[in-house]
């Protein structure tokens, strides 16, 4: 059990980042067809994702900076140092709680503010976890990073990948039609589209002068 | 593979490509070594999963079925920056992608593999602005011209079809006052279609008897809407429709028989060595084989680094070339924003006759306004992924819904997403993109605490200036008018970070680096083809036509003085 609390705690963190970026609707009927991302597992892609974006050299040897647990610290720590300033009462035991996970405590608009203060760097960096503590430029572009993987993840094919999603990528196969696709009304891989209107120029080759 | 070839070029994208077989057509033996995995060629049946073959220097490897069969057009198979099969990494995608140190709200948006990064790009060939090269450059425009034409006839180049984006568009365009621009050499403003490397449509496209699974066999574009995940779609590799130079200039390298192409070669080193007259001069190469890890050094009479804005000024710091302090220094980045306008249905029926645009129809980005002097802006129609992420996810102004009105733009998140991505078949996104000034502080460097398996890795900074930032919200303005005149009900801006990486130009620039034949200053026998040695962003056009017509200029001038 105790191995695979890490993991939870990670997998919490990025549960609620997906569902405060795109939550779920608030009209259950609507579940079907709009889900959040977290109903669409989007936290998974997020965390694969981020545990293989940074391969480098270290002495020892060469492989991935993973990612994903730090990153989830941060916010979490982003996330407690928040709500102490905005957010008052916070009792002390609730602030020297270790790995609390303040960020999934927090209101939506709350984690939306959290994210906006780490990108701003309005916290105090020495705070954070390796690879983050006094990184600003590391803190910033993941931070950013955080919002497109889940727009990209939710908004592509990746879903749709089904049982098969967290294989590697040539192992993947789709098992249906993503509904998220299917929401905005994109066809999918498509052979052409008849929507031929002519031309309004054509490049006239050798005529001199044009 | 001949040991020791006349030339050898690093990187086979949008400039290497080409000088290959410009090189091969003389008759010069030609090694290309690259990055990156190869798309339809019988050599590496499962390029992503298996070394395969060594290389290759028959135009019979190319196999058009395996191509289809590859290129999946599915937006996160093909274009995922971490995973996807167009992505700065090895060919071997269980390993993670090549790490940049971007230190900003960043995406860097390059590939490595034969076809580099015109794989996914849009194919737009327009020329550069006449003012934007001349009395800057060391060159003129006129002497570019021939070459211009040459490109655009092998590639080849036509203006874009007419599909209900670009008709939005012209309308909108037309309404605000502008009027369109018959010209290849653009000096006033004016909108007109997009001179794009993709083949014209298929005269029987419109006609029912023929299925869309058999044009899709045939030659010509069949507007699908994947120029951005490849476009696998043709009787035969080098006649599918959209033209990445995979498709266009190393089919046509290979006949002439004289060039070998490597995929998943990895240079680490350009090799020098000193003439007699104490002058620094390349010899050769010195790469690592992306599977096996294995090393190997090859010698040439000279070399050509067209390993794209990043990589070959990283390739010149790793290999310890001689200091010039404009090297990775001037990089340009067309400092871009998106305006996306949302059309009621009634609106698009009277403008086209369909309640809905469809942006994933047609070319990805089929028309454009151009504005001398400031920049140009375009259309641009990606599927659901790539736009969610780049219109709503991506922004240097926090979020929307919590900015105060100072701030324009910012992510779109929550419900107020979902909405406007379910407007999305009704909208019409348009691009600025500016001409954005040369400053030294904008650059590519070493960062000296983080090394890959290549070496040091590439540290990357830009800041737009005053000026450029005036530009662009000026571009901003005029492309909400067109968007409003056409009759959008809503227009929203994204407001993207600067960091936003696609026209990176003018890190080894012209005059600085290299003379105006691109042979480096301070090394002799060592050329540049690629992105970096445009001396600006050459007027904030899109950016590749120029390089092919340098690179075949280039090709020339090697040729002129050393052979
Ligand atoms: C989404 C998108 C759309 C775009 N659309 C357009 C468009 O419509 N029109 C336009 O003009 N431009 C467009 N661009 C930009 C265009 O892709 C580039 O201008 C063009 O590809 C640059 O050519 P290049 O030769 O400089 O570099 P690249 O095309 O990036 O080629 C560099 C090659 O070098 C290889 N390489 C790098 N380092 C090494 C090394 N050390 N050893 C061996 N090989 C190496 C890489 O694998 C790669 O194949 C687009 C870009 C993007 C991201």
């Known amino acids: ?210 | 593979m001949s040991r020791n070839p006349d030339v050898i070029v690093i990187g086979s994208g949008g400039g290497g490509a080409v000088i290959a077989k410009e090189l091969g057509e003389i008759g010069l033996s030609v090694w290309v070594l690259d990055a990156g995995p190869w798309y339809g060629n019988c050599k590496w049946p499962n390029p992503n999963q298996h070394r395969g073959a060594e290389s290759s220097d028959d135009p019979k490897d190319l196999d058009g079925n395996l191509y289809r069969e590859q290129i999946t057009r599915r937006e996160g198979d093909m274009n995922d920056i971490v995973t996807g099969k167009f992505r700065w990494g090895p060919a071997d995608r269980r390993r993670g992608p090549w790490f940049r140190n971007i230190p900003d709200q960043a995406i860097l948006w390059q590939n490595a593999g034969i076809g580099g990064t015109t794989l996914h790009y849009y194919s737009n060939s327009p020329r550069p602005y006449p003012h934007s090269i001349n009395h800057q450059w060391p060159i003129t425009y006129e002497e570019l011209i021939p070459y211009f034409e040459k490109v655009e006839e092998t590639l080849p180049v036509e203006f874009a079809p007419t599909t209900s984006k670009e008709a939005v568009f012209y309308y909108g365009a037309e309404r605000s006052g502008f009027s369109l621009n018959d010209s290849l050499d653009v000096s006033t403003v004016g909108y007109r279609p997009q001179p794009n490397a993709i083949l014209p449509p298929n005269e029987h496209l419109m006609d029912p008897n023929y299925s869309l699974e058999e044009l899709s066999h045939m030659e010509g574009c069949t507007l699908a809407g994947h120029c951005g995940q490849g476009c696998p779609y043709g009787p035969s590799l080098e006649k599918m429709a959209k033209r990445s130079t995979n498709i266009s200039y190393v089919p046509l390298a290979l006949k002439t028989k004289k060039v070998t192409f490597r995929p998943n070669a990895f240079v680490t080193k350009v090799l020098t060595e000193m003439n007699p007259s104490g002058e620094h001069q390349a010899v050769g190469v010195q790469f690592r084989d992306t599977w096996t890890g294995e090393t190997e050094e090859v010698n040439a009479k000279i070399v050509v680094m067209a390993a794209g804005c990043i990589e070959t000024p990283r390739l010149w710091l790793n290999s310890d070339l001689p200091n010039n302090p404009w090297v990775g220094r001037g990089l340009t980045n067309h400092y871009m924003d998106t305006v996306t306008g949302t059309f009621d249905e009634d609106t698009l029926m009277n403008i086209l006759g369909q309640p809905e645009i469809n942006p994933f129809v047609g070319h990805t980005s089929g028309a454009r306004l151009d504005y001398p002097g400031v920049g140009m802006i375009e259309t641009l129609g990606e599927s659901p992924g790539l736009t969610a992420q780049q219109l709503f996810g991506f922004s240097q102004a926090g979020y929307y819904q919590y900015n105060d009105a100072s701030k324009p733009g910012g992510r779109v998140v929550g419900e107020p997403l979902k909405e406007d991505m379910g407007d999305y078949r009704r909208t019409l996104t348009l691009l600025a993109i500016t001409e954005d000034d040369v400053q030294y502080r904008n650059r590519v460097q070493l960062d000296p605490h983080i090394k890959d398996e290549h070496g040091h890795v590439p540290l990357v900074h830009y800041k737009p200036s005053h000026q450029d930032e005036k530009k662009r919200d000026y571009l901003v303005e005029i492309a909400t008018n067109i968007l409003k005149h056409a009759g959008a009900k809503s227009v929203y801006r994204s407001n993207l970070a600067p960091n936003l990486y696609i026209h990176l130009e003018s890190t080894m620039r012209m005059g600085f680096v290299v003379d105006s034949s691109c042979e480096a200053y301070q090394v002799n026998r060592l050329y540049i083809a690629d992105n970096s040695v445009h001396y600006n962003s050459a007027g904030g056009v899109n950016p590749t036509l120029t390089t092919q017509a340098l690179a075949t200029r280039t090709a020339e001038k090697i040729v002129e003085k050393y052979f």
């Open chain 1, 1 to 210: 059990m105790r191995s695979t609390a890490p993991q939870d705690y990670t997998l919490s963190t990025f549960r609620a980042l997906a569902n405060t970026l795109i939550p779920p609707p608030t009209n259950q009927d609507e579940l079907e067809s709009t889900p959040g991302a977290s109903d669409m597992c989007i936290y998974e892609y997020i965390v694969y994702a981020l545990d293989h974006y940074i391969p480098i050299q270290t002495y020892v040897y060469q492989g991935n900076i993973p990612l994903a647990l730090p990153t989830a610290l941060m916010i979490n720590e982003a996330a407690r140092q928040y709500a102490y300033t905005n957010r008052p009462p916070f009792s002390y035991q609730q602030a020297t709680q270790s790995n609390h996970h303040f960020f999934s405590s927090l209101s939506r608009q709350d984690r939306i503010q959290t994210l906006a203060h780490l990108e701003d760097l309005n916290l105090d960096l020495y705070t954070l976890p390796t690879p983050f503590q006094n990184n600003a430029g590391l803190i910033k572009h993941v931070t950013d990073a955080l919002n497109r993987l889940t727009l990209f993840g939710y908004y592509s094919e990746w879903s749709s990948y089904g049982s098969t999603r967290l294989n590697p990528p040539d192992e993947r196969y789709q098992e249906f039609f993503p509904l998220s696709w299917y929401h905005v009304g994109y066809p999918g891989v498509s052979l052409g589209y008849r929507d031929f209107r002519g031309f309004l120029l054509r490049i006239r080759r050798n005529e001199g002068g044009r």
